[in-house]
């Protein structure tokens, strides 16, 4: 999935936590994050939001 800056990111979030599995967001580094877990999700929707301002 591509997130744009037309994505509605509490959306996103809120149906990340309807997903069975394990949802993770896949840096450019590589690094692996677990989007279910509270911190991750802080992290990638603060730096979602500086990628695209």
């Known amino acids: 999935m591509t997130l744009t800056s037309h ?3 509490a959306a996103f979030l809120e149906a990340v936590q309807q ?3 394990e949802v993770l967001f896949c ?3 590589g690094d ?3 989007l279910k877990s509270t ?3 802080k992290f990638v929707s ?3 939001l500086l990628l695209i301002l």
């Open 46 to 48: 603060l730096f979602l």
């Open 32 to 34: 692996k994050l677990n």
């Open 19 to 21: 997903c069975r599995g």
């Open 27 to 29: 840096t450019r580094e």
């Open 39 to 41: 911190q991750p999700q």
């Open 7 to 9: 994505t509605d990111f």
